[in-house]
């Protein structure tokens, strides 16, 4: 395991469809982040899980969007009745106590929502 | 609320200059800083990482200086190559104790090395 992957890279919606990504982090990571990058953007904190536990959501994550980490492994991100607005780079980044929690960042997920 | 801004948002320059990034953040409060590279499309690749109690980190032509009690924070990279072209984003982890986690990002600067 070389790294933080995520599936799918890219994915185009229409608006009003659900849709969902997966992010698998570093192995015996158990810290996962979710952040959003729109275009032009630095990326911005959506949510965190130590291993099962989400124990914090940014007020960006509305209504729409739920994460989940079953058995503090892979971690998914759905957002349902997608907007435009949501059209954006979805960034998962993991972590570890004895790497001090330094975050390594996976390759995105870019959507975009028509 | 932390912010962290960099200047110039972007930075055009011929190949085998040195050149220097800039970073600036409102808390000095911080438990580290890190600069990370991300090419079009990409995701983010980790440069250097300066905890709050350093005030230099070197890798091979990239080093990274930085002043917690100004809130500043800068990348030199010297004899700058066309692969060098990307952005580069500065973000901080907030919290002296080191609970904290979550990283707060300046926007960017999108570096073009000419050949």
């Known amino acids: 395991d070389t790294g933080v992957s995520q599936d799918p890279r890219h994915k185009i919606t229409k608006r009003g469809q659900n849709v969902t990504f997966r992010c698998d982090p570093i192995s015996e990571h158990n810290r996962l982040y979710w952040y959003r990058q729109t275009l032009g953007q630095g990326p911005e904190f959506l949510t965190y899980f130590q291993n099962e536990a989400q124990l914090e959501k940014s007020r960006l994550l509305s209504d729409r969007f739920s994460a989940e980490r079953p058995k503090g492994s892979f971690s998914t991100l759905e957002i349902q009745r997608t907007e435009q607005g949501d059209s954006a780079m979805y960034l998962c980044?993991?972590?570890?106590?004895?790497?001090?929690?330094?975050?390594?960042f996976g390759p995105g997920t870019r959507l975009t929502v028509t | 609320k932390q912010e962290v801004t960099q200047i110039p948002a972007a930075l055009s320059v011929p190949e085998g200059e040195n050149l220097v990034l800039n970073c600036s953040f409102t808390d000095s409060a911080i438990y580290n800083l890190q600069w990370f590279r991300q090419d079009p499309g990409k995701g983010l690749t980790s440069l250097l990482l300066?905890?709050?109690?350093?005030r230099e980190q070197t890798s091979g032509r990239l080093n990274a200086s930085l002043d917690k009690s100004s809130g500043r924070s800068t990348l030199y990279i010297a004899a700058s190559q066309p692969g060098d072209s990307a952005t580069y984003l500065c973000?901080?982890?907030?919290?002296?104790?080191?609970?904290?986690?979550?990283?707060?990002f300046g926007k960017g600067t999108l570096l073009t090395v000419n050949p």
């Open positions: 300066i905890q709050s109690s350093q």
């Open positions: 973000a901080v982890r907030e919290g002296s104790g080191g609970s904290n986690y979550k990283l707060t």
């Open positions: 980044a993991s972590s570890s106590r004895l790497a001090d929690y330094e975050q390594y």
